[in-house]
């Protein structure tokens, strides 16, 4: 038997075992879904949802669990480097893997070549918010703007931490408002929350999914909404583009579901139509309308370009706000 023939019989054979593998996949054990933020984040809320409908289709318990740290490097390093055997996947996010591709000047992972693409899931809108009583006679954004020129450098706005989607939205609202406000990051959406609570930041552009409740309640004063156009959750929300007279402007997110490089493909495109299909389900979709996000129901090549070319969009977005860290 040749060399070739040799190597040709081996990689058939592992194709082989590997097509046997996925085909008990998943009776072995539970599935973990693991994020890079805690307990209380967007990522996490939205996993735990995920999780009943999804364990229910595969017929195996789904496991939702953190690494949190470094900006959610921390959880997309430990997916990165788990055995690929189709029990362990992250939700990521456009801040896990494209903004942060600039944002850290070294990553211990590749944030394309080290995963396989499994499914996007929602596009996640930032909402600028204010605190009606640290702020009450801000009720617009024109208020808003009126007051930061007039007292530059004077109002403080939140976010969940350096170069998170709040932090660059903030960065690119100012430059485009022509304002000047100070960004104060926290150690995630909780203590943000606290400093908007107690008037230690005036202003923050926060996702939507963790703050609904709150701007239901009045807690918050949505001015303005990052998106292009309105979302249903909040429609008497206006663009920021529209609110600040700001032509063009938006800054949205996504979540999407990521598995560790040479997980067995039958494995990644059984997750991704069992994702789509829970998404375009009415009583999921209403519950993803609900928090104002928007379901991204998506084929894994679809998500491979969406995800390159945000790479590009953040990685300009990153450079001209000047945040970095080491």
């Given at each position: 038997?040749?060399?070739?023939?040799?190597?040709?019989?081996?990689?058939?054979?592992?194709?082989?075992?590997?097509?046997?593998?996925?085909?008990?996949?998943?009776?072995?054990?539970?599935?973990?879904?693991?994020?890079?933020?805690?307990?209380?984040?967007?990522?996490?809320?939205?996993?735990?949802?995920?999780?009943?409908?999804?364990?229910?289709?595969?017929?195996?318990?789904?496991?939702?669990?953190?690494?949190?740290?470094?900006?959610?490097?921390?959880?997309?390093?430990?997916?990165?480097?788990?055995?690929?055997?189709?029990?362990?996947?992250?939700?990521?996010?456009?801040?896990?893997?494209?903004?942060?591709?600039?944002?850290?000047?070294?990553?211990?992972?590749?944030?394309?070549?080290?995963?396989?693409?499994?499914?996007?899931?929602?596009?996640?809108?930032?909402?600028?918010?204010?605190?009606?009583?640290?702020?009450?006679?801000?009720?617009?954004?024109?208020?808003?703007?009126?007051?930061?020129?007039?007292?530059?450098?004077?109002?403080?706005?939140?976010?969940?931490?350096?170069?998170?989607?709040?932090?660059?939205?903030?960065?690119?609202?100012?430059?485009?408002?022509?304002?000047?406000?100070?960004?104060?990051?926290?150690?995630?959406?909780?203590?943000?929350?606290?400093?908007?609570?107690?008037?230690?930041?005036?202003?923050?552009?926060?996702?939507?999914?963790?703050?609904?409740?709150?701007?239901?309640?009045?807690?918050?004063?949505?001015?303005?909404?990052?998106?292009?156009?309105?979302?249903?959750?909040?429609?008497?929300?206006?663009?920021?583009?529209?609110?600040?007279?700001?032509?063009?402007?938006?800054?949205?997110?996504?979540?999407?579901?990521?598995?560790?490089?040479?997980?067995?493909?039958?494995?990644?495109?059984?997750?991704?139509?069992?994702?789509?299909?829970i998404l375009r389900e009415p009583e999921f979709d209403r519950k993803i309308k609900d928090m104002?996000?928007?379901?991204?129901?998506?084929?894994?090549?679809?998500?491979?370009?969406?995800?390159?070319?945000?790479?590009?969009?953040?990685?300009?977005?990153?450079?001209?706000?000047?945040?970095?860290?080491?």
């Amino acid at each position: 038997m040749s060399p070739s023939t040799i190597i040709t019989a081996v990689i058939l054979a592992a194709a082989s075992l590997s097509g046997a593998a996925a085909q008990d996949w998943p009776k072995e054990r539970p599935i973990q879904i693991f994020g890079g933020f805690p307990t209380g984040a967007g990522t996490d809320i939205f996993a735990r949802m995920l999780a009943e409908p999804l364990g229910k289709a595969l017929g195996q318990t789904i496991v939702v669990d953190s690494r949190t740290g470094a900006g959610g490097n921390i959880g997309s390093e430990f997916v990165a480097r788990a055995k690929p055997d189709g029990y362990t996947f992250l939700i990521g996010t456009a801040g896990t893997h494209a903004i942060n591709a600039t944002l850290y000047k070294q990553l211990n992972f590749d944030v394309m070549k080290d995963f396989e693409h499994v499914a996007l899931l929602v596009d996640v809108p930032n909402v600028l918010i204010v605190n009606p009583k640290v702020l009450p006679d801000i009720k617009s954004c024109s208020d808003l703007l009126a007051a930061a020129k007039k007292e530059p450098g004077k109002l403080n706005y939140a976010s969940t931490g350096n170069g998170a989607s709040g932090h660059l939205a903030g960065a690119q609202f100012a430059q485009a408002a022509g304002i000047d406000i100070v960004h104060v990051p926290y150690r995630g959406t909780p203590p943000a929350m606290n400093a908007m609570m107690s008037g230690e930041a005036q202003l923050m552009f926060q996702q939507s999914i963790p703050i609904m409740a709150q701007l239901r309640a009045g807690t918050f004063r949505p001015l303005g909404i990052t998106t292009a156009q309105k979302v249903a959750a909040l429609p008497e929300v206006p663009p920021v583009a529209e609110a600040c007279n700001l032509p063009g402007w938006e800054s949205t997110t996504w979540y999407a579901l990521f598995a560790p490089k040479g997980t067995p493909e039958p494995v990644v495109r059984r997750m991704n139509e069992e994702v789509n299909r829970i998404l375009r389900e009415p009583e999921f979709d209403r519950k993803i309308k609900d928090m104002g996000l928007v379901p991204l129901p998506s084929s894994i090549e679809e998500f491979k370009k969406v995800h390159a070319a945000d790479i590009e969009k953040w990685r300009d977005r990153v450079r001209k706000s000047g945040a970095q860290v080491d």
